[in-house]
């Protein structure tokens, strides 16, 4: 259930002034939040957030997926601020930074959904990534977070 009304957020955000531009920012936050996040996790990553429920999370990738995610969403919005001059490189590196504070908790929901079901993976259909759960639970989360930042403060 919780699927179709986080994935609906993809629709409302879309009608905003601007709303392709803003949909595609939050999805790319998103996205540049979960990989920094992998790879800063990877390498250093010593402290783990919450073992019991998702075991690979350190506090190290936590703040590496934040680093990522705003820099890179300021410099996206950099790019498109030279065609829509309404939307500043302060909004994306907010909205970045915002976004990759709190969607990884879209990742703990989902992976204490699993944790109570016995399941490791939410799927088989991507090997080795845990299912297409845990490929969209972060881009879903963004999306409804990331209207109301854009509506509320942008």
Request: proline content about 5%; charged content about 10%; glycine content about 12%.
């Amino acid at each position: 259930m919780y699927l179709g009304w986080l994935a609906g957020y993809a629709v409302t955000l879309r009608a905003l002034p601007n709303g392709l531009i803003w949909t595609l920012i939050v999805l790319f936050a998103a996205s540049i939040g979960d990989a920094g996040g992998y790879f800063v996790g990877i390498r250093w990553g010593k402290h783990k957030i919450a073992p019991a429920i998702s075991p690979k999370k350190s506090w190290e990738g936590y703040f590496g997926g934040v680093l990522f995610s705003a820099l890179a969403t300021w410099l996206l919005t950099l790019a498109c601020h030279a065609f829509v001059p309404e939307i500043l490189p302060v909004h994306g590196f907010i909205l970045g930074a915002v976004l990759a504070v709190i969607t990884p908790l879209g990742d703990f929901a989902e992976s204490m959904l699993k944790r109570q079901f016995n399941l490791k993976d939410s799927s088989h259909i991507l090997p080795g990534h845990g299912g297409i759960l845990d490929r969209i639970d972060s881009s879903l989360w963004a999306l409804a977070i990331g209207f109301y930042i854009i509506q509320l403060f942008l």
